[in-house]
């Protein structure tokens, strides 16, 4: 086997011989990995011992594993590098699992590394003990378990290439302890390349014409895009600016994919989907061409899929073929790249001096303001509570000329942010779309703040989200990260208490918070600072306070705790048929079929 | 699944896997299935190239077309997987199944069983005086119609091995 493994290794002969933990912080290292996140034990002690014998790679000790695996999401988010994780076997890695399935859902490049028992243990129930590979095969791109140190730093410099390459995902790198102790040859990244895994990025030119083609001739185009623009880098950003400029066609974005296209930008309609705004979901409805670009038709997106945009083409963009027809048919499939595609896109529309179709552009315009006239975003403001949507609007306003990075927890707060924050830049957003983890943000913005030491980075949190992750204040007091946690705290889970409201009669089981912690006692506990905001008087000083801190914050922001979030499309509704406001949403029958979908 | 997806027929697809034969690629197939609630029919796999490390995986699957698009697309974004190909929308290739066949009883019974067994050209691997055991390859129609003739004849067991499949003609998978 070892004759074996060296010759698929392509070790050249004189290869320098390292331990499998060595190799790990090797491979790090030749990665280009600066940071890591974990929590050290019993299978991973090897490679922590050789992690504090070398220099280079800053270790970010978190509290739970699942922050650190958000954490190292936040991280990736923010810049675009793929996040590294060590934990330890057994619970270590099954406290993994919700940041893995979180990942694999938005496409976040993430490696995990987990400690294994000692190949000869496997199977016998050994101490913290489990199945790594077989409990995180469904929720991760690729696994492995490294039963050979031969095998080791080709495993390992693969796994970057699969993380970070195609559609962006998390992977896992199992290691037993023994192998950690194992001696093997070590082969740098320049000489693995993997057997089968070769994702397909060019696009194919004939779709791309075609594409151009139906674009040309759209009477009611839309550019519908998403996170895949993120993960295309900031090149796709760009090139997807320049697309909507020559073709003057509107763009509206998922919430995964806020942020590549400027909010500040006329184009601009807004976030879609189930609390997107008027005008980009009766844009969808309406239109006669879809543009996707890196989104893939989510149930979010689509409200009911059998009502979905019944005039358009659609043309859709994705790296991933899976995506092509999965809820949605399309016309028109382009399987690529987002930046390669959106190069060529434009290329061919100057080259073949395209034009749009400027008389049918300008009456479409004149419906969509129509449809924007109704400001589906506006809310009665109080002079008494603070309302959650005033909150972030004043946080946005206080900090949009800063270096400001946002991440957020999950339900109304999370929605509220997507609204009345703006972002100009790709990158600057962190969220949990796909899975909805309730206790992202937090620790996502410890490893947002690890990459930008010097940037403003708030998490607009829920009280109950936050809750879940909490403990990773004591991982920002020890690296003295100055991480903001902008609470609304309305005592509710907010979203669950919205759909009771809306769904199930006015019966809020189990959805109040009776009993919450002083949160500004909670931050001194742990060494931070604590501030609240109680009137919509005191809200301005206070943020401005928070902002001027540079330590962290748990800011509680107390606000109106019957405020729901609007517009919305009901379930089982269609694009056109949103509620803006309390006074619809009571006069609105949800069918059953509507209340079976979550 | 939306309703959309749902109401066109339901077909039956054969579909051929090439993997790297590693630790747990079969899981990782089956765990697809199983995860995103599509139908296994019958699996059959085995390695095919010892030196190059692969193995082939033959399923027989149901659902709607898009469905089977699905699954042809979620199969090639597995890292393990080196090609898909469906043998159903493709050229029809040729798909044969082995199954063992045990049949107990005496007398007429036992002489009709033995008969049929001629008929459809099966081999007799194991007798006792009270029993056979055939082996029959074929359709997996021949195989099920074999199998009901069996049934008031005394079949007690079957073994099937699932379906392999291969193209016509001079071209590969």
């Known amino acids: ?598 | 699944m939306s309703a959309q997806l749902k109401s066109p027929a339901i077909e039956r697809h054969t579909i051929a896997v090439l993997v790297d034969n590693e630790a747990g690629v079969l899981a990782r197939v089956i765990g697809l299935f199983s995860g995103r609630g599509y139908n296994i029919e019958s699996l059959t796999v085995a390695e095919v190239d010892h030196a190059a490390r692969t193995s082939r995986v033959t399923i027989v699957t149901s659902g709607t077309p898009q469905v089977i698009e699905q699954i042809e697309a979620q199969l090639g974004r597995l890292v393990a997987v080196h090609r898909v190909h469906n043998w159903t929308t493709a050229a029809p290739g040729i798909e044969r199944e082995m199954a063992l066949v045990k049949v107990v009883g005496t007398g007429e019974k036992r002489v009709e069983a033995m008969r049929l067994g001629e008929i459809f050209r099966c081999h007799i691997v194991d007798t006792t005086l009270t029993s056979f055991v055939f082996e029959i390859t074929g359709a997996p129609s021949k195989i099920d119609q074999f199998v009901e003739l069996m049934r008031p004849l005394g079949l007690v067991d079957v073994s099937r091995t699932g379906v392999a499949a291969i193209a016509r003609g001079p071209e590969a998978m």
């Open chain 1, 1 to 598: 086997m070892d004759k074996d493994g060296k010759a698929l290794t392509g070790a050249p002969t004189g290869a320098i011989e390292l331990s499998g933990a060595e190799m790990v912080i090797r491979a790090l290292k030749d990665q280009g990995v600066t940071h890591i996140f974990g929590y050290p034990g019993g299978a991973v002690l090897p490679i922590y011992d050789a992690l504090f014998q070398s220099e280079g790679i800053v270790h970010v000790l978190v509290r739970h594993e699942q922050g650190a695996v958000h954490a190292a999401e936040g991280y990736a988010r923010s810049t675009g590098k793929p996040g590294v994780v060590l934990v330890t076997s057994g619970p270590g890695a099954t406290n993994a699992v919700t940041g893995l399935t979180d990942a694999l859902m938005d496409s976040i490049p993430l490696v995990v590394l987990t400690g294994q028992v000692a190949t000869h243990l496997i199977g016998n129930d050994a101490f913290q003990e489990c199945d790594t590979v077989g409990i995180t095969r469904p929720c991760t791109k690729h696994n492995w378990l490294v039963k050979d140190v031969n095998e080791l730093s080709r495993t390992l410099h693969e796994a970057f290439q699969i993380a970070t390459t195609g559609r962006p995902g998390p992977v896992v790198v199992d290691i037993p302890k023994d192998v950690q102790f194992k001696k093997g040859p070590y082969v740098s990244p320049e000489a693995v390349r993997h057997r089968t895994y070769r994702p397909r990025t060019e696009p194919d030119l004939a779709a791309i014409v075609k594409a151009i083609d139906m674009m040309a001739h759209a009477k009611k185009p839309v550019f519908y895009t998403g996170g895949g623009i993120v993960n295309a880098g900031p090149d796709a950003s760009r090139l997807l600016r320049e697309l909507v400029e020559v073709t003057g066609f509107p763009i509206t974005s998922t919430l995964m994919g806020l942020g590549c296209f400027p909010a500040s930008d006329p184009h601009w309609l807004g976030m879609l989907g189930m609390h997107g705004t008027y005008e980009a979901n009766n844009a969808m409805h309406d239109a006669d061409l879809i543009v996707c670009l890196g989104a893939r038709f989510d149930d979010r997106v689509t409200g009911a899929i059998e009502k979905f945009a019944p005039h358009a083409k659609k043309i859709h963009l994705d790296i991933d073929a899976s995506q092509i027809n999965k809820n949605v048919r399309v016309d028109l499939p382009i399987v690529a790249d987002a930046a390669k595609a959106l190069k060529e896109m434009l290329h061919f529309w100057k080259t073949q001096k395209r034009k749009a179709d400027a008389a049918a552009l300008k009456s479409w315009w004149a419906e969509i303001d129509g449809w924007r006239a109704k400001k589906s975003l506006a809310f009665r403001n109080s002079k008494t509570l603070i309302k959650p949507q005033h909150a972030i609007q004043r946080l946005y306003a206080l900090t949009k000329d800063k270096d400001v990075y946002i991440t957020t927890e999950v339900g109304q707060h999370q929605m509220w942010a997507a609204q009345h924050f703006h972002f100009d830049k790709p990158n600057r957003w962190m969220t949990s779309g796909g899975l909805g983890t309730m206790g992202y943000g937090l620790p996502a913005a410890v490893g947002v703040q690890i990459a930008h030491p010097d940037s403003l980075v708030i998490d607009i949190a829920g009280e109950a989200s936050v809750q879940m992750t909490m403990q990773e204040m004591s991982t920002a007091v020890q690296y003295d990260l100055p991480i903001k946690i902008f609470i609304l705290n309305n005592e509710y889970m907010g979203m669950v208490r919205q759909w009771q409201q809306l769904l199930h009669g006015g019966r809020y089981s189990h959805s109040y918070s009776e009993a919450l912690p002083d949160f500004v006692k909670l931050a001194e506990a742990y060494g931070a600072v604590g501030l609240r905001a109680s009137t919509p008087d005191e809200l301005d000083a206070k943020i401005e306070e928070m902002i001027a801190v540079k330590r962290p914050v748990l800011f509680d922001c107390r606000v109106d705790p019957k405020e729901n979030c609007y517009p919305m499309i009901p379930s089982g509704a269609a694009h056109n048929e949103m509620i803006l406001s309390d006074a619809e949403e009571e006069a609105t029958q949800v069918s059953d079929e509507g209340k079976m979908l979550v």
